[in-house]
């Protein structure tokens, strides 16, 4: 089973920065690569960063690419969302998921593909 827990998020000025955090509390964190998503008021869930672990590669969204990083510590099962240079177009809810290795690489970027979730986190931008 993976519980998915996520913390960091708040208010920040632009061009501040911010570190979301996603704990595993489950105990197959390496079973599953991790994406973090962001959703604002009327739209979808929308694709931010993932990590491939047995690949060792990271994926971003154009518009995070260079500002954003993610990262991962498999001792503490968890993962982390580095934010730099935020932009209030930066401001939404940002959630944490869990795909299957199964999955392949294609499904990183899609949330329906995602098996499990964290309970999201607010992140505001103020310009």
């Known amino acids: 089973q993976v519980q998915l827990v996520e913390s960091g998020g708040g208010l920040v000025q632009a061009g501040g920065s911010l570190r979301l955090s996603c704990a595993n509390s489950?105990?197959?964190?390496?079973?599953?690569?991790m994406g973090w998503f962001r959703q604002t008021p009327g739209t979808d869930y929308k694709f931010v960063a993932a990590?491939?672990?047995?690949?060792?590669?990271?994926y971003y969204a154009d518009s995070v690419k260079g500002r954003f990083t993610i990262s991962g510590d498999n001792a503490k099962n968890t993962v982390y969302l580095h934010m730099n240079s935020l932009k209030p177009e930066d401001t939404a809810v940002y959630y944490c998921?869990?795909?299957?290795?199964?999955?392949?690489?294609?499904?990183?970027?899609?949330?329906?593909?995602?098996?499990?979730w964290g309970q999201g986190t607010q992140v505001t931008v103020a310009s």
């Open positions: 489950g105990r197959t964190f390496s079973d599953y690569n």
């Open positions: 998921g869990a795909v299957h290795k199964s999955r392949g690489f294609y499904a990183l970027r899609d949330w329906h593909d995602y098996n499990y």
């Open positions: 990590i491939h672990w047995s690949a060792g590669e990271t």
